[in-house]
């Protein structure tokens, strides 16, 4: 019950970091867009802004796997304690 | 709209009794021609005929004419998500023949985006949560492929256990059918009626103790369909959070091994059996983390359990997409 509990918590966690960091990409868009296409085009305008979201993603992606990981070994090390009481 | 149920219900309907019959046939012919896998999380490890996948591409197929009977005008659409999702199948067909690798398999199911890219059946303007209508004409279709290699191989990668690609897809796909209905994508909700359809009959066969296994065929089929509804419908973001369990599982998977690999690759298998039948959690540091081996690290559990887990949290990811379909402008 205790495992089903940390995964909803960290499926509920990812659900609203994704929310948020769409509402942050999306949102800073505009602002890239009219700052860097004055200054590098257009196209170079689509490299950056998609690198910028990718790095976003990356990031999210990294703080997820720590967040997983980190509950995992957590759960296994009470679970090994518990056996060998 | 009415016209829309109407046919969403009968592509449901003609797909399960399709599945439910071709089901039992499938797997006699699997069984004749030794086309059999062990069922390695039972004691006795009983030979259970694979491949049975083929049921559920057959059922979900006929669905999709009597979509196009009630939908004419759609004959493109309905063509693309056969094409499509068929070559998704193929490549789980060719890999259990002949091994593809792992690695070349994402690469040949991206190849089922090109009839959607090349009769553009797709919408670059996606609508997010809270922010609503954006335009991403240039990243959108580079997206497509990897979307479909993405979704194919996450269930892919959840069918481990008896019942748990069908129970948590079934689960995932109604969630989507929903989400449709809401975003007003009818057409694509009574293509994954037919989806679901095909899904619950084979749940049957599939479910513990399992009788039949869908093998590559079945769980890249179903995957590559969802990816390819999610497209159609206009559901992406709602589509990712319904499949989030498949989605943490195969990237956790790929995050501990650092690369993609087959389950016959891993030497250190992530659960262990007990001599009770109960599994428990690999202690070894070298298993993969998946999602089995993160739910069996609160303790031992009957194989059937972990399904009922795994279904459990796609309930709760089923309900974040139906609030996140919700909360889309």
């Not at chain 1, 990718?54 to 980190?70: R, S």
């Not at chain 2, 293509?191 to 066969?205: R, S």
Request: glycine share 8%; hydrophobic share 55%.
């Amino acid at each position: 019950m205790r495992a089903m509990i940390g995964l909803i918590l960290i499926i509920v966690f990812v659900w609203i970091t994704m929310l948020a960091g769409l509402v942050l990409i999306f949102a800073s868009l505009p602002l890239l867009i009219s700052t860097l296409s004055v200054s590098i085009g257009r196209t170079l305008e689509s490299v950056v802004v998609t690198g910028m979201a990718l790095i976003m993603v990356a990031v999210w992606l990294f703080i997820w796997k720590e967040l997983a990981f980190n509950y995992f070994s957590r759960s296994l090390a009470r679970r090994q304690i518990h056996k060998s009481d | 709209m009415l016209g829309w149920i109407l046919s969403a219900i009968c592509a449901l309907i003609v797909s399960f009794a399709v599945t439910f019959l071709l089901v039992p046939i499938v797997s006699r012919f699997m069984r004749r021609h030794s086309i059999v896998g062990a069922d390695v999380h039972k004691p006795d490890r009983p030979l259970i005929p694979e491949m049975c996948g083929v049921a559920v591409v057959l059922g979900v197929t006929v669905s999709t004419l009597i979509v196009w009977l009630f939908h004419t005008q759609y004959v493109v659409r309905i063509a693309v998500f056969v094409v499509a999702t068929v070559v998704a199948a193929i490549v789980g067909a060719l890999d259990r023949l002949t091994k593809i690798g792992p690695r070349l398999k994402p690469v040949l199911i991206a190849l089922g985006a090109a009839p959607i890219l090349i009769l553009a059946v797709y919408v670059p303007y996606p609508s997010f949560p809270f922010i609503g209508g954006t335009r991403l004409t240039i990243i959108y279709p580079i997206l497509i492929p990897i979307a479909l290699a993405v979704t194919a191989n996450s269930v892919n990668m959840l069918d481990v256990f008896n019942g748990s690609m069908s129970g948590t897809c079934s689960v995932a796909v109604s969630a989507i059918i929903i989400c449709m209905f809401i975003r007003g994508s009818v057409e694509a909700a009574s293509l994954a009626a037919g989806l679901l359809g095909g899904l619950l009959a084979f749940h049957l066969y599939n479910r513990h103790p399992a009788r039949v296994f869908a093998g590559d065929v079945g769980s890249l089929y179903v995957g590559a369909a969802i990816g390819v509804l999610a497209i159609l419908g206009r559901v992406e973001v709602a589509t990712v959070t319904a499949m989030m369990p498949q989605v943490m599982n195969a990237f956790y998977g790929l995050a501990a091994v650092g690369r993609l690999y087959e389950r016959k690759e891993i030497s250190t298998r992530p659960v262990k059996m007990l001599s009770d039948g109960r599994l428990e959690a690999n202690t070894d540091s070298r298993a993969p983390i998946t999602l089995a081996r993160m739910i069996l690290a609160g303790g031992p559990l009957r194989e059937y359990e972990i399904t009922r887990h795994m279904v459990s949290l796609s309930v709760v990811s089923a309900t974040l997409a139906v609030i996140t379909q919700l909360l889309t402008v």
